[in-house]
């Protein structure tokens, strides 16, 4: 198989270079191609010198746009992703391509404990995982990790779902989930990254709400509306017990209730009818 290894990057030139030089001492990639998104540094500079290949972005696009550009222009049958600041061994490389070799599409380096990463987003992460557990049935261990291997062909499917923020890797596990792809995980400890982090705690914490409902929207979004739908409907219902037997009536707010239950059960179908439009077979 031909490797390609993508890294994206905004001003990471503390770290790029080591990383890819790291990439190269294991003799296993094809090629490394480094999407330079927007660095204001000389993260172009110091990938070129460790012999990378550089794909720059004349502004910052977001991680999800240098992962879409790295995939359409990678050559190899499978593609590795991980971040340039450090946190990703490249030595987890052969571990994640020895899945794909036993068959596996999409091959996640799932983080474990004693990882670098902050209360909230290890809180965060840890109600990604189990809402995602839930809808696909499946055990999801690292639903944000970057650390990933995916055949290319079938990553190219859904590029047009990923966004360009940094909510891809969630996207990508969720459509391989939704279209029947054969996904694993492998343990990774993922280091304290060199230099600054580019995520923001208040401007990126409404991603949290945004991509719960994202993962619901991508796999079966009757999962997530059903039990808001039947919630709402056994509240009608109670309601209407209380007044029936206390004033011998039928109240607006019974009516109000049974119309949120039966208006959010419709969505919820018409959203899995356009969810299923979206993995169709696009031969």
Known sequence: ?????????????????????????????TE??????GSTDTTKEVSEQACAKVISHPYSKGNGAAIKTGARNASGDVIIFMDADGQHDP??????????????????GARQKGSQAS???GIANGLYNNLASYMTEHKVEDLTSGFRAVRAEKFREFLYLLPNGFSYPTTSTMAFFRAGYSVTYVPIHAAKRIGK???????????FFIIIFKIATLFSPLKMFIPIAFLLFMMATGWYGYTLWEMGRFTNMSALLYTGSIMI??????????????????S
Do not use: W
């Open 1 to 29: 198989m031909k490797i390609s290894v993508v890294l994206p990057a905004k001003n990471e030139a503390g770290a790029i270079g080591e990383t890819i030089s790291k990439i190269h001492a294991l003799n296993i990639p």
């Open 32 to 37: 490394i191609i480094v999407v330079n998104d």
């Open 91 to 108: 030595q987890d490389i052969p571990r994640l391509l020895a899945k794909i070799e036993q068959g596996y599409d999409l091959v996640v």
């Open 119 to 121: 209360v909230g987003r």
């Open 197 to 207: 982090s580019h995520i923001q705690p208040l401007k990126d914490g409404m991603r």
């Open 265 to 282: 059960f419709l969505m919820g179908l018409i959203s899995e009818q356009i969810t299923a439009l979206m993995y169709k077979d696009q």
